[in-house]
């Protein structure tokens, strides 16, 4: 038997009551044998947060009877986004897969099934249903700080860039990876359009906060809501450093972190952080969602280094979702020609 089949067969069903629970903090909590304290359920959360997971996980797509093409049901629809769709590839990022051995495209709704995106659910593979109702259009970009020119960039403004296709690896802290053919503009056209002044030495990125829309706000209070994250201004204007705009061709999906979302493929996951709603230019160093919640396990560099142990578990391995592959984790990705003279110490 395959190994996805191995894992369907393995999933218990998910019951309605169970998906419930999960949006409902009181019995979510219980579930995790959490007490209701913020702190004690902090703790847990964080704990389970980038730590815990089960493989089976990701193929719940089978049980709830749900295709490919409901899964990725992109999040802007207009006519005028959708033709932009889908951009041209650039296949000079194909040799830096897999260290330049042959590679394969993770199966679509693999990707857009296992998700993580707290502010729907910690429940990978229900946070695609849980979003559905979130809204995307209209959507601005807040750009501020240390730049000569602010803007609020709407979608139509940021689709004016120029965009393209990428094959990137992307790696997660908890070990799984996937490789997906990104759209995106190039991060560093579009901080060039607000003019950085030469003090910005960083950049902040906030996701939206709509507790309405966002199940998981409430499910966690814990959190230091909105998820903030950050790069230095370098890692920011490095060539390889998107704000993705599409996957697989067409406009990203919810789940995915629409309409906007970064890219960043040398660096774990929880950097690339999803529907950005404000980018700041700094002079200081600004901490991040996960090293505020723990310093220890998510500083705020975070490259994919396979010989830096995460505290609770190896990164010397990866694993590809879909296929269950496990490879080498290559340092920086395999993107050490890009990347590795930010790092020289
Ligand atoms: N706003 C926000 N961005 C986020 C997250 C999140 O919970 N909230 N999770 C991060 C983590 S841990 C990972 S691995 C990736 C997952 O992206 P994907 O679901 O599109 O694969 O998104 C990152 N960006
Ligand atoms: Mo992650």
Redesign the pocket.
């Given at each position: 038997m395959s190994y996805t089949n191995r894992i369907w067969k393995a999933i218990p069903k998910l019951t309605p009551t169970d998906e419930a629970d999960y949006v409902n903090r009181r019995s979510f909590m219980k579930k995790l044998g959490v007490g209701a304290s913020k702190g004690a359920a902090v703790g847990a959360m964080s704990g389970l947060a980038?730590g815990c997971l089960l493989d089976s996980d990701a193929l719940f797509a089978q049980d709830l009877g749900v295709d490919e093409k409901t899964l990725l049901a992109p999040g802007l629809k207009g006519k005028d986004i959708l033709a932009k769709f889908p951009a041209k590839r650039d296949k000079q990022y194909d040799k830096y897969m897999n260290g330049g051995k042959a590679f394969k495209l993770t199966d679509a709704k693999f990707?857009a099934i296992?998700?993580?995106?707290?502010?729907f659910t910690t429940r990978?593979t229900l946070?695609w249903r849980l979003a559905q109702k979130f809204t995307v259009d209209p959507w601005t970009i807040e750009v501020t700080g240390e730049c000569k020119k602010p803007a609020k960039l709407d979608i139509d403004k940021l689709m004016k860039l120029p965009q393209e296709e990428r094959v990137y690896r992307?790696r997660?802290?908890?070990t799984w990876a996937?490789d997906v053919p990104w759209t995106g503009i190039q991060l560093s056209d579009v901080l060039k359009l607000v003019e950085p002044t030469s003090k910005a030495k960083y950049v902040r990125f906030t996701?939206a906060m709509n507790k309405k829309e966002m199940p998981g706000i409430d499910a966690a209070p814990g959190y230091p809501w909105?998820?903030f994250?950050g790069l230095t201004i370098d890692e920011a204007m490095n060539e390889l450093t998107l704000l993705g705009t599409g996957i697989y061709g067409k406009p990203l999906p919810k789940?995915?972190?629409a309409p906007f979302?970064l890219v960043v493929p040398w660096k774990?996951?929880?950097?690339?952080?999803?529907?950005i709603v404000k980018i700041e230019l700094l002079e200081d160093k600004p901490t991040t969602?996960w090293e505020k919640l723990q310093p220890a396990e998510y500083p705020f560099e975070s490259n994919i280094e396979p010989k830096v142990p995460h505290p609770r578990w190896s990164q010397a391995k990866e694993r590809l979702i879909g296929t269950g592959e496990v490879r080498p984790t290559l340092l920086y990705g395999g993107y050490g020609d890009f990347v590795a003279k930010l790092y020289k110490k």
């Amino acid at each position: 038997m395959s190994y996805t089949n191995r894992i369907w067969k393995a999933i218990p069903k998910l019951t309605p009551t169970d998906e419930a629970d999960y949006v409902n903090r009181r019995s979510f909590m219980k579930k995790l044998g959490v007490g209701a304290s913020k702190g004690a359920a902090v703790g847990a959360m964080s704990g389970l947060a980038i730590g815990c997971l089960l493989d089976s996980d990701a193929l719940f797509a089978q049980d709830l009877g749900v295709d490919e093409k409901t899964l990725l049901a992109p999040g802007l629809k207009g006519k005028d986004i959708l033709a932009k769709f889908p951009a041209k590839r650039d296949k000079q990022y194909d040799k830096y897969m897999n260290g330049g051995k042959a590679f394969k495209l993770t199966d679509a709704k693999f990707a857009a099934i296992y998700n993580n995106f707290y502010e729907f659910t910690t429940r990978k593979t229900l946070v695609w249903r849980l979003a559905q109702k979130f809204t995307v259009d209209p959507w601005t970009i807040e750009v501020t700080g240390e730049c000569k020119k602010p803007a609020k960039l709407d979608i139509d403004k940021l689709m004016k860039l120029p965009q393209e296709e990428r094959v990137y690896r992307f790696r997660c802290v908890e070990t799984w990876a996937m490789d997906v053919p990104w759209t995106g503009i190039q991060l560093s056209d579009v901080l060039k359009l607000v003019e950085p002044t030469s003090k910005a030495k960083y950049v902040r990125f906030t996701t939206a906060m709509n507790k309405k829309e966002m199940p998981g706000i409430d499910a966690a209070p814990g959190y230091p809501w909105p998820y903030f994250e950050g790069l230095t201004i370098d890692e920011a204007m490095n060539e390889l450093t998107l704000l993705g705009t599409g996957i697989y061709g067409k406009p990203l999906p919810k789940q995915m972190g629409a309409p906007f979302r970064l890219v960043v493929p040398w660096k774990y996951g929880y950097k690339s952080i999803k529907s950005i709603v404000k980018i700041e230019l700094l002079e200081d160093k600004p901490t991040t969602f996960w090293e505020k919640l723990q310093p220890a396990e998510y500083p705020f560099e975070s490259n994919i280094e396979p010989k830096v142990p995460h505290p609770r578990w190896s990164q010397a391995k990866e694993r590809l979702i879909g296929t269950g592959e496990v490879r080498p984790t290559l340092l920086y990705g395999g993107y050490g020609d890009f990347v590795a003279k930010l790092y020289k110490k």
